[in-house]
């Protein structure tokens, strides 16, 4: 039987900000909830689980489902 790679699953994020302190090894919130999610995140991308991967607002489909709605 032939062992296929498997390949991470793509998160998508439309915060640039978001995906940088993801990534960065630098933590320097003082709230432990908080920082046990950074340190759980992290150690999924590292071990190769999850990808992070920039999407534009605008191509953003699933936006419009975190928003409030619009009166109208």
């Not at 003082?30 to 150690?43: A, D, E, G, P, Q």
């Amino acid at each position: 039987m032939l062992n296929k790679p498997i390949l991470p699953i793509p998160m998508h994020c439309d915060s640039q900000f978001a995906i940088s302190k993801v990534t960065s090894k630098i933590f320097n919130e003082k709230r432990r909830h908080l920082r046990v999610r950074h340190k759980s995140i992290r150690n999924l991308i590292s071990y190769g689980v999850i990808s992070l991967d920039f999407v534009r607002p605008e191509n953003n489909i699933a936006d419009s489902l975190t928003k409030g709605l619009m009166r109208q």
